[in-house]
């Protein structure tokens, strides 16, 4: 996966890129499409999933194909957190 990190509007120290993109490679991360796109904007998804060390990332991104450029990215919530859970324990 290739990430642009150019000019991001979130802070990067709190949550380092290294996290965010382990969170992608994560077998069990949730890549999920909003429900509702109808302005005509460009498509951004939603990412959770655990970087190595197990931090939950939560991620807003958008993809070309080739490029991942997240938009937001921050800790998951505990309802994420137990959201990404049930579904893993589904997958398993």
């Known amino acids: ?3 642009d990190w150019l000019g991001v509007s979130f802070e ?15 077998p069990f991360s ?10 005509g904007t460009e498509t951004r998804y939603y990412n959770l999933g655990k970087s190595l060390g197990g931090r939950a990332v939560f991620s807003v991104f958008w993809t070309d194909g080739k490029r991942y450029r997240v938009i937001f990215a921050r800790d998951m919530t505990n309802a994420e957190h137990d959201f990404f859970e049930r579904k893993k324990a589904e997958d398993i």
């Open 30 to 39: 949730l890549k999920l499409l909003p429900d509702d796109n109808a302005d």
């Open 1 to 3: 996966m290739d990430f």
């Open 12 to 26: 990067l120290t709190k949550l380092p890129p290294k996290d965010i993109e382990e969170s992608f490679e994560d």
